[in-house]
């Protein structure tokens, strides 16, 4: 499970800062009018003309390749099939996803069809009730899994064609709200009124109070850093954490791109995966270099990631080559069997190794690499989120600076089990 998610999700993560309203089910969850069942034919309702319009039927021979190969990343499309039973996986970072094989005209999809804190209560009920059904999904493509090998979607709207039934996915809402945002003459919201039935007065206000429930957070919630967060009592709330830098910034696609480094006491440390925001969603201005204000949720272990993220403001900028100097100096050399006796009281620490790249375990276009790197003490794991600038092959000498996971790893080749090392530098040396 944790490759299936290493190879559908690194893509799509993200997240991003709209707000997200908890009556989410109510408002998301559509059904077709009593007057509207001329519309089934052959046992399936009609897919409403609203949604299939937005989106671009995939053709399946076009997408069963890698994204890199093919280039259609981020492509907005629709597919038709039989939804399996539904699978969990949690991240590392702290929330789940839930995802279901669709099988359409014998050609298999993965499909993530939503994932946490996104989702509304009652979601996973609804996901459950549609398995075994044929239903359409609208999403964004999001590539090629290798370990199931097929395309990968991830799902904005679900159409029951069985049941009528029309479902907004949290995430779509939340990281789409354009696309999500479909209507139809065939459908209508549970409560009898669709957004353009709601008086343009009523429709200003709650935006208002949106923006005022946001802007509450910002005055209200405590501001840290990393080291605040890994100390404990912080878990479960949203906090503001000042000073984080955008690198790798890229807008050359449909989607915002880019990574963060955020502080600690000792320097800036940490280092995440910004991928496919909507950049209607962030502050203008962000390049390289920007300093940002982050207010962001805290899962429940104390730890964080963009998935968290509720909004950003643009505060400043600063050199990047004063982060990477700042990063490196907070490296301690590796304590080797340290980390082996006591993985967990080793997690966050920061650490430099130098050595041999003696297997590549995988590569990706889109930042996540793994090594095993063989040093004087003996093999370490390194999971590697940067792209690198040149490949690194079987024989390579590298310094990689990196902390550890708080966990060990089981590898062919070594008698006993081995670091596992998250990097954000790897340098040839």
């Given at each position: ?16 800062c ?31 003309k609203g ?139 549970t409560?009898n ?18 923006t ?25 709330q ?34 995440d ?12 201005g ?44 907070n ?68 310094t ?30």
């Amino acid at each position: 499970m944790r490759k299936l998610l290493i190879a559908i999700i690194l893509i799509i993560s993200l997240n991003a800062c709209c707000f997200y309203d908890s009556n989410y089910m109510q408002e998301n969850t559509a059904v077709i009018n009593d007057s509207q069942t001329e519309n089934v034919k052959n046992g399936l309702y009609d897919i409403p003309k609203g949604l299939s319009s937005k989106y671009e039927k995939a053709d399946f021979d076009k997408y069963n390749s890698p994204a890199s190969e093919n280039g259609l990343g981020g492509q907005m499309i629709w597919i038709e099939g039989i939804q399996s039973p539904l699978e969990k996986l949690t991240l590392k970072t702290g929330g789940t996803i839930y995802c279901s094989v669709f099988n359409s005209d014998g050609n298999e999809w993965i499909v993530v069809l939503d994932e946490s804190p996104f989702m509304g209560e009652g979601d996973i009920d609804t996901y459950e009730n549609m398995v075994g059904h044929t239903v359409a999904v609208f999403g964004s493509y999001q590539g090629f899994s290798n370990v199931y090998e097929m395309p990968s979607l991830h799902a904005i709207t679900i159409y029951d064609r069985e049941t009528g039934t029309k479902m907004t996915s949290g995430f779509g809402t939340y990281a789409y709200p354009d696309e999500s945002k479909g209507t139809s003459d065939n459908i209508q919201n549970t409560s009898n009124a669709d957004e353009s039935s709601i008086p343009e007065s009523e429709q200003v206000n709650e935006d208002e109070s949106q923006t005022e429930s946001l802007e509450a957070e910002w005055n209200n919630a405590p501001v840290v850093n990393c080291t605040d967060i890994w100390g404990g009592g912080y878990a479960n709330q949203d906090v503001i954490i000042e000073n984080c830098a955008v690198d790798n910034y890229d807008n050359s696609g449909t989607r915002e791109k880019y990574t963060l480094w955020y502080p600690a006491d000792t320097g800036y440390v940490e280092y995440d995966n910004i991928s496919d925001i909507d950049s209607e969603c962030f502050t203008d201005g962000i390049e390289n270099g920007s300093i940002l204000s982050v207010l962001i949720h805290i899962y429940d272990d104390n730890t964080f990631g963009s998935s968290g993220i509720k909004d950003i403001k643009v505060t400043g900028s600063i050199a990047l080559d004063e982060i990477y100097e700042s990063y490196k100096a907070n490296c301690e050399p590796i304590d080797y069997e340290a980390i082996v006796k006591d993985p967990k009281g080793n997690k966050h620490e920061r650490i430099t190794l130098s050595g041999e790249i003696y297997f590549v375990e995988s590569e990706s276009d889109y930042g996540h690499n793994k090594y095993i790197v063989i040093t004087n003490d003996g093999f370490v794991k390194v999971n590697y989120e940067r792209k690198p600038e040149t490949r690194f092959i079987k024989g390579d000498q590298v310094t990689v600076y990196g902390y550890c996971s708080g966990g060990l790893q089981d590898i062919p080749f070594a008698l006993d089990k081995v670091p596992d090392v998250w990097s954000n530098m790897i340098i040839s040396s």
